[in-house]
T-cell receptor, first 114, second 115 residues
């Protein structure tokens, strides 16, 4: 079974631009979570989607948004990019069974904001 | 508030020596606990997890971890470290896991292995 895939793997943007990152979960997984990883703040939860609905959201500004499609693929969007948005963005998928599921991570998208 | 603490930012061990990475968590309910490993430029790979039952859990690559509720700890161990184990290790607790689970991660412990 193929793992979680994320595209693109690397991205360079300038301040003020917007960016869209894509995540394809493991086949059959319906939950997708997004995390931001930076040297200063570590790994932080952004949001989680299940069956096209956002169920949980971390403490990030409204510039960070996401969505999930009917095939469980997910995208996250960051508008009006700031230098501090430079990070590795990780996507994880899981197969909810009412509790205790494991999140499997993709390789990440490394975003550099200049 | 929920939190995970990994007291050791960086650890160096000799190849063949034993390893213990510490993890303490703060969470009011029964925790879902995880250890992940990250090699440079890569995503996170699950080493092992604890949901319930036996408090000593076995994982991949010869790792094990023990859940101690009284100490709010979930330390990772390996009896004999290999050079390929050099990586960053993250402990995590699953929060609100039945309603759109999120993971709260520790700051990570970077492991170096001396030949």
């Amino acid at each position: 079974k193929a793992g979680v895939t994320q595209t693109p793997r690397y991205l360079i943007k300038t301040r003020g631009q917007q960016v869209t990152l894509s995540c394809s979960p493991i086949s059959g997984h319906r939950s997708v979570s997004w995390y931001q990883q930076t040297p200063g703040q570590g790994l932080q939860f952004l949001f989680e989607y299940f069956s096209e609905t956002q169920r949980n959201k971390g403490n990030f500004p409204g510039r960070f948004s996401g969505r999930q499609f009917s095939n469980s693929r997910s995208e996250m969007n960051v508008s009006t990019l700031e230098l501090g948005d430079s990070a590795l963005y990780l996507c994880a998928s899981s197969s909810p069974r009412g509790g205790g599921e494991t999140q499997y991570f993709g390789p990440g998208t490394r975003l550099l904001v200049l | 508030a929920q939190s995970v603490t990994q007291p050791d930012i960086h650890i160096t061990v000799s190849e063949g020596a034993s390893l213990e990475l510490r993890c303490n968590y703060s969470y009011g309910a029964t925790p879902y606990l995880f250890w992940y490993v990250q090699s440079p430029g890569q995503g996170l790979q699950l080493l092992l997890k604890y949901f319930s039952g036996d408090t000593l859990v076995q994982g991949i690559k010869g790792f094990e971890a023990e859940f101690k509720r009284s100490q709010s700890s979930f330390n990772l161990r390996k009896p004999s470290v290999h050079w390929s184990d050099a990586a960053e290790y993250f402990c995590a607790v699953g929060v609100e896991y039945n309603q759109g689970g999120k993971l709260i991660f520790g700051q990570g412990t970077e492991l170096s292995v001396k030949p």
